[in-house]
């Protein structure tokens, strides 16, 4: 699916960028994609992708995570 039709990033590229990205802002897509924002609609679908895609991260890390703490309190 295309998410910027201006500069025609699909929703593939942009969650390649947000497995590697180390800022979690559309502007740090466009830099990697090597583009910049036209007309910003596409910016916030971006940062939902991406804070999806670093949410899926968070359930599988090691001990100490958001999720596994709320797990582990659940239980006692």
Known sequence: MIVCSCN?????????????????????VYACLGCRAQCGRCARTIRDIMDEVLDQVKVGCPAGCIVQVASAEQQT
């Open 8 to 28: 025609v990033l699909s929703e593939d590229q942009v969650r390649t960028v947000a497995q590697t990205a180390t800022h979690r802002s559309a502007s740090a």
